[in-house]
DNA sequence: CTGAAAGCGCTTACAG
DNA sequence: CTGAAAGCGCTTACAG
């Protein structure tokens, strides 16, 4: 005879507990594998527990001890390995913790937009990590002021941020590129809307000023959108008339192309076609492409780290601000 | 003097209520917009919200009201166009129900194993759906069996399942292919680890066979990792000796290459040289590839009301299968 | 329209 | 080691 249950007839801590004839604190004793609990009976709630089929209510837990241990990681896509790459370190180090992480990618406006709308899922995890966001000017009302957050690639007075020098890092190109006695082009892409980020530009201007500094300049700069088709053909445009010159791509992943054309078109690689990509992304490794260094799994363990900290109250103080060198990796290209 | 609060010192509903001089149900009220509360009252309790700086806890409001209004989309991985498609056209009709989605992507093998873990994920959300991962065989056992599942490219016992026919696909290729005069090349991706998906193989095989029952078969098949350095090399090595010749990608994603491969020595691709992609992905639009239509946002809206329907229980019986066929599209390659 | 109260399913001092 | 009970912050009949 089955026994009326109530709604979504779930079975609870309560029917465990009369299952194995235990109140309700033991059994959670035993769900969370505390100590203090006689063997014997540890095992006879855990036969009833197996019995009944039972499956803990995660949200009565979470109100309960008002944590849910979990962290959202907010990112502005999800294409390309960047993500996956500092994804991955993140996990590590929450896991340590006995986090988890959930991922919530604005891949369009609309996703967006629903954020706003439905702003809990912001508030039913135990902190944030945004990435490439503004989230200072476009989500912070959004937000419990209570929950930590960290910002990644952009600047934030509000929270901790975490960010790589691109400027930096394209002077490195800059100084490299300097004394080459090639054209020097540059393929970019031009940010297109307000959630994206402005890494590009960043890397290109400090690619420009150094340029100046030592007295030569960008012979030419192609804008692209982030897609390999277009670059294909402007790196037909470009090799088509100098087979000789040195290029600088704002990402790695706008150098595959450029560097596939020319060696389809029987250019030498390395010596008289210069191809610097910024990022060091797996694929820059597999090709052996020279590259800026962007510490990406280095940003992913630090934000980890340092929203672990805040959420567990180690740190009250102010934000911190935290800025990451890149370094030139000179490969074959 | 700030009152004492307790755990966290977040302001409540009933603090809310308090401070509006009204009882918890009517902020409650207010809070669901429910039509049933006097104008003026309804604005002395926003007022007293906004004052707070009240923001509502959804561990507590799922808990009462025993749902959460996610659903979690679990994926083999997060790169590339399929799953943005297939995201944004889930997220399109889970909006339309007040529904957000949540993405978990099993991007490495730690990631799976922690969901097995804290399988708390599964259990805070009122549906899934999973994506080309046997969920039948390594994912049951975590599942409430009271939580709408529905299976995207994997074929299920117990659960909806939504699936491409991509042998028939493969079919579609080879009878296309079988009339051309040319040597037919496959470029393809072999699966792995137990994860990764079948369907490459089933194209392949629904080609293969289409063609045997032409007379026609395959001259080579080139087996590349799912990324275009490999395939470059594998394209430059195939037009190096042949300059006429047919190929089949079993993925739009391995043509790309291909293609600029062959463009770039210059052969005439779209006559000499013939490409067929397959999943139809925006690139193989953008460069009018000739490819397989998978029709990915079908899927999509497919699966979300699907799931809809379950989680509202309007259907209750047995698991059911869809088999979506994929058409060719034929354009300049 | 509105308030008091019960209930959602856990956790955790508090006694024993 | 263990049970009874209070509490987490909401929602929702139930009376009025």
């Known amino acids: 005879m089955a026994k009326a249950r109530r709604k979504y007839q779930r079975v609870t801590i309560k029917d465990v507990a009369e299952y194995a004839q235990v109140g309700v604190g033991t059994v959670s004793r035993v769900l969370n594998n505390s100590p203090h609990v006689d063997e014997t009976t540890r095992e006879r709630v855990l036969e009833a527990i197996k019995n009944l089929g039972y499956m803990p209510n995660p949200h009565a837990r979470r109100l309960s001890t008002g944590s849910s241990q979990l962290v959202t ?6 294409k ?15 896991v340590k913790y006995g986090y988890s992480s959930l991922l919530y990618p604005l891949y369009n406006e609309k996703k967006f937009e629903a ?6 899922i912001l508030l039913s995890t135990d902190g944030l990590i945004v ?27 509000k929270y901790d941020s975490i960010m790589v020098d691109n400027y930096y890092g394209g002077v490195l190109v800059g100084d490299y590129f300097a004394d080459l006695d090639m054209d020097i082009f540059v ?5 297109s809307h307000e959630l994206e980020s402005t890494v590009f530009d960043e890397r290109l201007e400090g690619f420009q000023e150094s340029l100046e500094k030592k007295g030569r300049s960008i012979d030419k700069i192609y804008y692209v959108p982030l897609d390999w088709e277009s670059t294909f053909e402007v790196a037909r445009r470009i090799f088509f ?7 600088f791509t704002t990402t790695d992943y706008l150098a595959v192309p ?9 250019l030498d690689v390395g010596k008289d076609v210069r191809v610097c990509g910024f990022d060091d992304l797996p694929i820059a490794q597999v090709l052996e492409i020279t590259t800026v260094r962007q510490p990406i799994a280095e940003m992913g363990y630090l ?16 934000p911190k601000k935290y800025i990451l060198k890149p370094e030139l990796v000179v490969r074959n290209t």
């Open 73 to 78: 990681v907010i990112t502005p896509e999800m």
């Open 80 to 94: 390309g390995d960047f993500y996956q790459i500092l994804m991955s370190s993140i996990d590590e180090v929450l």
């Open 115 to 120: 954020l706003k709308k439905s702003s809990d």
């Open 131 to 157: 990435d490439g966001v503004n989230v200072d000017s476009v989500m912070s009302h959004i937000l419990n002021p209570q929950t930590p957050v960290i910002c990644l690639e952009q600047d934030s007075d």
């Open 187 to 191: 393929v970019t892409h031009r940010k």
């Open 241 to 247: 008339r100098f087979k000789r010159c040195a290029i």
């Open 258 to 266: 450029i560097i596939e054309v020319a060696r389809t078109m029987q």
């Open 303 to 318: 934000a980890a780290e340092s929203l672990i900290k805040r959420i567990n109250k180690k740190i009250k103080d102010k």
